[in-house]
């Protein structure tokens, strides 16, 4: 459903992201994940039109981005930061359905369509009527989420939205957020700096390094086949400090 063919982008005459090609495919999870300036938030911004490709071209369901069709394409595709990126001065339910509002629903299709995603994410209908400052780290995001959800998009891309959050929280939402993803069976990109986190979402997964992608497949790949060193030091990095001891 997603289609990048030799992209590449540079900032400051500094590459950010090397010619690369990638898929993704509807109804899986394609996490990219990679060390801090790998390429792997500009490479989510290219495939949402945020930002253009100095080369190569980037194709939504068989349309190539271009200035004419990029907002259009563009609501077809939920985006989800890591901050959630709520206004602070809009209600929970303001936030959500600000687009919507946007671009005329009426009154009637708006709530049915907030109740389905108040339902899906387990939000609290009373929190809708709360300012982001009142909502805790995890009911911010899930804000952030049924926004993105609210136009029914095709694709749906995330940007660390767990980076933020404490551990228990963090796994809570991990659960929350792959129950619905496979609900969904929307085609998703989401991406994260854990390789842990990668393993848990990830049908495809995507590892960066300076601007390239050095492996992609299953979890199993990484561990079994790794492609380089890097692939096996990126592993063995994020294991947890207390592997091995003896009285972990």
Request: aromatic content about 6%; proline content about 6%; glycine content about 12%.
């Given at each position: 459903?997603?289609?990048?063919r030799?992209v590449?982008?540079?900032?400051?005459?500094?590459?950010?992201?090397?010619?690369?090609?990638?898929e993704v495919?509807?109804?899986?999870t394609?996490?990219?994940?990679?060390p801090?300036?790998?390429?792997?938030?500009?490479?989510?911004?290219?495939?949402?039109?945020?930002?253009?490709?100095d080369?190569g071209?980037?194709?939504?369901?068989g349309?190539?981005?271009?200035?004419?069709?990029?907002?259009?394409?563009?609501?077809?595709?939920?985006?989800?930061?890591?901050?959630?990126?709520?206004?602070?001065?809009l209600?929970?339910?303001?936030?959500?359905?600000?687009?919507?509002?946007?671009?005329?629903?009426?009154?009637?299709r708006?709530?049915?369509?907030?109740a389905?995603?108040?339902?899906l994410?387990h939000?609290?209908e009373?929190?809708?009527?709360r300012?982001?400052?009142?909502?805790s780290g995890?009911?911010?995001?899930?804000?952030?989420?049924?926004?993105?959800?609210?136009?029914?998009?095709?694709?749906?891309?995330?940007d660390?939205?767990?980076?933020?959050?404490?551990?228990?929280?963090?796994?809570?939402?991990?659960?929350?957020?792959?129950?619905?993803?496979?609900?969904?069976?929307?085609?998703?990109?989401?991406?994260?700096?854990?390789?842990?986190?990668a393993?848990?979402?990830?049908?495809e997964?995507?590892?960066?390094?300076?601007?390239?992608?050095?492996?992609?497949g299953?979890?199993?790949?990484?561990?079994?086949?790794?492609?380089?060193?890097?692939?096996?030091?990126?592993v063995?990095?994020?294991r947890?400090?207390?592997?091995?001891?003896e009285?972990?």
């Amino acid at each position: 459903m997603l289609e990048l063919r030799g992209v590449a982008k540079k900032f400051g005459g500094l590459p950010a992201l090397q010619p690369t090609d990638l898929e993704v495919t509807a109804g899986r999870t394609t996490v990219l994940i990679g060390p801090s300036g790998c390429g792997k938030s500009t490479l989510l911004r290219l495939m949402i039109g945020l930002i253009e490709p100095d080369a190569g071209s980037v194709r939504f369901g068989g349309e190539a981005f271009a200035p004419e069709n990029v907002l259009a394409l563009r609501r077809r595709m939920g985006y989800v930061i890591q901050d959630g990126g709520l206004f602070p001065h809009l209600t929970a339910r303001e936030n959500v359905v600000l687009m919507v509002g946007h671009l005329g629903w009426d009154a009637q299709r708006i709530a049915a369509r907030l109740a389905e995603l108040v339902e899906l994410t387990h939000f609290p209908e009373d929190g809708l009527e709360r300012y982001p400052v009142q909502l805790s780290g995890g009911q911010r995001q899930r804000v952030s989420l049924m926004r993105a959800l609210m136009l029914d998009p095709a694709l749906l891309l995330l940007d660390e939205p767990l980076g933020a959050l404490d551990p228990m929280v963090r796994a809570e939402l991990q659960s929350e957020l792959r129950r619905i993803f496979r609900a969904l069976g929307k085609g998703v990109v989401l991406v994260t700096h854990d390789m842990g986190e990668a393993g848990f979402f990830g049908d495809e997964i995507v590892l960066m390094r300076e601007g390239r992608i050095v492996q992609q497949g299953e979890f199993a790949d990484f561990l079994q086949r790794p492609a380089e060193p890097f692939v096996t030091e990126f592993v063995n990095a994020q294991r947890s400090p207390l592997e091995g001891r003896e009285d972990a």
